[in-house]
Structures are given as structure tokens and as C-alpha cells.
């Protein structure tokens, strides 16, 4: 059974930098989320893919960032000039229309850390 | 006000013992109440939810939704070790964006 994975676990970065991660949704999910979520605080929305359209992005969402989907399967989270601000755990979750309520399954995340 | 409030804890209870967790909620649209439970270095996992008002049982857990008081809870039962972790209440309008609660950190004490 393949679940959500996420690549990498972990990042370290200098500030100014570029990171790049990808997430791997259950095969057969159509729906793809970003999350960031911080120490003490639960995911907070960042965009949404139904197949390879992006249908929301949150105002959290900053022109540095830009996410993608390019065939409908796996996707891509790119932030560019990093910030110390950044550091946080990047969560992807996927989920198929049609289910009610839109129950989501999360990847193991991945770790950012931005000196 | 934030839309979902929860507290961070930590909440520490000896193993057996019932467990109580909370949450409040500001918007009367929400319609889609989820618990999640988030182990340390994972990420969340979908424990149960409940549609409008009313429990729900699953075993040892017990969700139940007020929304006349617009407040939501999570009963643990016979508690166990292995249910140390993070609780993260959830909700949503139809068919939108799920918004979560900042967790409440359990323990639950051998």
C-alpha cells in the first residue's frame, strides 16, 4: 500500500537559496494539497490541484513561492530566496473527488530548515 | 478571533483514564467536524468526523458536536500509551478548504 511520500524529509538551506520539493500522491487521488505547518500549530492551506489545475492558492502564498502539477500526478513546491520566515514542515495531502467529506491523506512531510 | 481555537496543551493523564479534548469554532457554516491524530515527525492521519450535529462512537473514541455552542470534543477511552500524539480538530463548509486547530499535545503516563 503506497500512501503519500514526500522528497526530501528534511532540507537545510541558506537564505537566499532556491528549494524544490516533491510530493507523491495515492495513485489514484486526483485532488493534491499543500499544507505548512509551523511548531504549535496546526496545517495551514497553502494551494490545491484538482488534477493539473491549481483552484486555490492561499494569501500565505507569496510571490516566492509556485507550486505545480504538470500531468496530474506528482507535484512540485518551489520557494525561491529563502527566508528565515520559511523554516517549517511542508505537509502535501491527496484525496479523491467525490468523497464526503474531503477526507485528505497526508505525506510524512517535509522538514525546512533556513539558516 | 481565529475560526478554530483549540488548547496546545500539554495535556498529561495516567494510562486508563478517560480523555477529554476541545474545540471551539467561530463560523456557524461549517458543516464537517474531523479529528486528526499527528504522531511526532508524521504527518496528520484522519481519526473520525461527524457530519453536522451529534456523536459518533469508533471504538474507544467518541466525537461529538454541538453547534448551537458551536463547540466540538474528542472522548478517549481506557487510554493507552500508544495514544500519546498531537489532536488536531478540523472543519469544513461543503465541498472547502479544511482549516485546522493548532492541536492539543497529549500524554498519556504509563
Known amino acids: 500500500d503506497t500512501g503519500v511520500s514526500q522528497d526530501p524529509r528534511h532540507k537545510i538551506t541558506k537564505r537566499g537559496q532556491n528549494v524544490t520539493f516533491r510530493c507523491d500522491p495515492i495513485?489514484?487521488?486526483?485532488?493534491l494539497y499543500w499544507y505548512r505547518q509551523t511548531l504549535g500549530q496546526g496545517p495551514e492551506f497553502l494551494t490545491y490541484?484538482?488534477?493539473?489545475?491549481?483552484?486555490?492558492k492561499s494569501r500565505l502564498l507569496s510571490n516566492r513561492f509556485s507550486a505545480e502539477r504538470p500531468k496530474g500526478s506528482f507535484s512540485t513546491l518551489e520557494i525561491q530566496r529563502t527566508e528565515q520566515g520559511d523554516s517549517a514542515m511542508y505537509l502535501c495531502?491527496?484525496?479523491?473527488?467525490?468523497?464526503?467529506?474531503?477526507?485528505?491523506?497526508f505525506g510524512p512531510g517535509t522538514r525546512l530548515t533556513v539558516l | 478571533q481565529k475560526e478554530v481555537e483549540q488548547d496546545p496543551g500539554p495535556l498529561s493523564v495516567p494510562e486508563g483514564a478517560i480523555v477529554s479534548l476541545n474545540c471551539t469554532y467561530s463560523?456557524?457554516?461549517?458543516?464537517?467536524f474531523m479529528w486528526y491524530r499527528q504522531y511526532s515527525r508524521k504527518g496528520p492521519e484522519l481519526l473520525m468526523y461527524?457530519?453536522?450535529?451529534g456523536n459518533k462512537e469508533d471504538g474507544r473514541f467518541t466525537a461529538q458536536v454541538d453547534k448551537s455552542s458551536k463547540y466540538i470534543s474528542l472522548f478517549i477511552r481506557d487510554s493507552q500509551p500508544s495514544d500519546s500524539a498531537t489532536y488536531l480538530c478540523?472543519?469544513?463548509?461543503?465541498?472547502?478548504?479544511?482549516?485546522f486547530g493548532k492541536g492539543t499535545r497529549l500524554h498519556i503516563l504509563p
Open positions: 495531502a491527496s484525496s479523491k473527488t467525490g468523497t464526503t467529506p474531503d477526507t485528505q491523506y
Open positions: 495513485s489514484e487521488h486526483n485532488r
Open positions: 490541484f484538482q488534477n493539473e489545475a491549481q483552484l486555490e
Open positions: 463560523n456557524s457554516a461549517f458543516q464537517y
Open positions: 461527524t457530519y453536522s450535529s
Open positions: 478540523a472543519m469544513s463548509k461543503l465541498d472547502d478548504k479544511i482549516i
